[in-house]
T-cell receptor, first 112, second 112 residues
Framework: AQSVAQPEDQVNVAEGNPLTVKCTYS??????LFWYVQYPNRGLQFLLK??????LVKGSYGFEAEFNKSQTSFHLKKPSALVSDSALYFC??????????FGDGTTLTVKP | DTAVSQTPKYLVTQMGNDKSIKCEQN?????MYWYKQDSKKFLKIMFS???????INETVPNRFSPKSPDKAHLNLHINSLELGDSAVYFC???????????FGPGTRLTVT
């Protein structure tokens, strides 16, 4: 069975500092991995994905993620955090059977 | 134009009632989903539809019945509502089972 884990419920960073939101996965076959962001009282928004190719993928709003097959990780990163990045972040994986699995979410708080 | 829309945005009803939530996407996608987000913000897939065919039914009670009249619409009907059904329900769509999903704004269901 596939699973996605986000080991941190909460990440706090100061504005201007780099941020990392962690995700590890367990899937059979090739992983299709995604990051989504949810702002309060809104639906989830797609940020970026890894399907194949370069291990470093770039997405919206200056976010990027690094796929690491040996560590089965797909951490979300941003070089310089903004207060407006404060939100709930979800890591997810898909299978071609239509099953999408989401992590429990990590609340990112960026303080001025 | 809203890519994925849901109606209603809020739904307050009493236990035992039957209610429906509608979802429409104008992205031309073949795949649509229903998710439930509970009070702790955990997100769980309920159903996946591909080309109007039910692909995934994730141990959801029979009181929940999705219906897809065409590829652009996926409605959710809930019979005999229970207190535990209170949650935010999200509709989503994607171009393919493996690709990123686009979420609607959510329907906040409160059962009293």
């Amino acid at each position: 069975a596939q699973s996605v884990a986000q080991p941190e419920d909460q990440v706090n960073v100061a504005e201007g500092n780099p941020l990392t939101v962690k995700c590890t996965y367990s899937v059979s076959g090739n992983p299709y991995l995604f990051w989504y962001v949810q702002y309060p009282n809104r639906g989830l928004q797609f940020l970026l994905k890894y399907i194949t190719g370069d291990n470093l993928v770039k997405g919206s709003y200056g976010f990027e993620a690094e796929f690491n097959k040996s560590q089965t990780s797909f951490h979300l990163k941003k070089p310089s955090a903004l207060v407006s990045d404060s939100a709930l972040y979800f890591c997810a994986s898909n299978t071609n059977a239509g099953k999408s699995t989401f992590g429990d979410g990590t609340t990112l708080t960026v303080k001025p | 134009d809203t890519a994925v829309s849901q109606t209603p945005k809020y739904l307050v009803t009493q236990m035992g009632n039957d209610k429906s939530i509608k979802c429409e996407q104008n992205l031309g996608h073949d795949t649509m989903y229903w998710y439930k987000q509970d009070s702790k913000k955990f997100l769980k897939i309920m159903f996946s539809y591909n080309n109007k065919e039910l692909i995934i039914n994730e141990t959801v009670p029979n009181r929940f019945s999705p219906k897809s009249p065409d590829k652009a619409h996926l409605n959710l009907h809930i019979n005999s509502l229970e207190l535990g059904d209170s949650a935010v329900y999200f509709c989503a769509s994607s171009d393919d089972l493996l690709y990123e999903q686009y979420f609607g704004p959510g329907t906040r269901l409160t059962v009293t």
